[in-house]
């Protein structure tokens, strides 16, 4: 059972685009929303988290918006760079399960010139 | 530097053979993970431990088994019994000293069947 549904699978901008990429979850315990970003051949870096008492987060070009009465939440990428492209990975964790981490399927974003 | 070690880069098994994966991470961390990645589907949670000695059961834990003799290690064994194998496997750690604490990850085992 997929428990966080991710959107697109991928994703193809433009330099200086804004990519969005969209994910909806199902379990209502989940407190603590991630995102992570992935090279080929890497493992995952956390780029951004945000937890539901706020409603968006921004941390340079990377912004999280989070609409917790829908149960979804989204990545934006402003200013979009070719070194931006990699694979993005939302998740979601409740407390108290010892950070286990439920991922998004994952959306593989390329930004062209 | 602080960070989590995986090795091999790459790895190939054989039919009926186990192979184990190493994982370790010099960053005091309390808690450690497995992962596997397979295209199209995300990381999918095999194994964790929040503590040495003591580990439990992921999603998909059939096939796998897993021992946490030291804090900093957490090595991973994919038996003859996991009859798809062929996946990136993903190791993370992370500390339990306060919540949602970020979980942070090694570069990966590719393992490939001969």
């Known amino acids: 059972q997929q428990q966080v549904k991710q959107s697109p699978q991928s994703l193809i901008v433009q330099k200086g685009g804004i990519p969005i990429i969209n994910c909806a979850y199902e379990?209502?315990?989940?407190?603590?929303f991630p995102w992570y970003q992935q090279f080929p051949g890497k493992g995952p870096a956390l780029l951004i988290a945000?937890?539901?008492?706020?409603s968006e987060k921004k941390e340079g070009r990377f912004t999280i918006s989070f609409n917790k009465s829908a149960k979804q939440f989204s990545l934006h990428i402003m200013d979009s760079q070719p070194g931006d492209s990699a694979t993005y990975f939302c998740?979601?964790?409740?407390?108290?399960?010892?950070?286990?981490?439920?991922f998004g399927t994952g959306t593989r974003l390329q930004v062209t010139l | 530097d602080g960070g989590i070690t995986q090795s091999p880069k790459y790895l190939f098994r054989k039919e009926g053979q186990n192979v184990t994966l190493s994982c370790e991470q010099n960053l005091n961390h309390d808690a450690m993970y497995w992962y596997r990645q397979d295209p199209g589907q995300g990381l999918r949670l095999i194994y964790y431990s929040q503590i040495v000695n003591d580990f439990q059961k992921g999603d998909i834990a059939e096939g796998y088994s897993v021992s946490r003799e030291k804090k900093e290690s957490f090595p991973l064994t994919v038996t003859s019994a996991q009859k798809n194998p062929t996946a990136f496997y993903l190791c993370a750690s992370s500390n339990l000293d306060s919540l949602n604490q970020p979980q942070h990850f090694g570069d990966g085992t590719r393992l490939s069947i001969l």
């Open positions: 945000i937890r539901p008492d706020v």
């Open positions: 998740a979601a964790s409740s407390s108290g399960t010892a950070s286990k981490l439920t």
């Open positions: 379990n209502t315990a989940f407190d603590y």
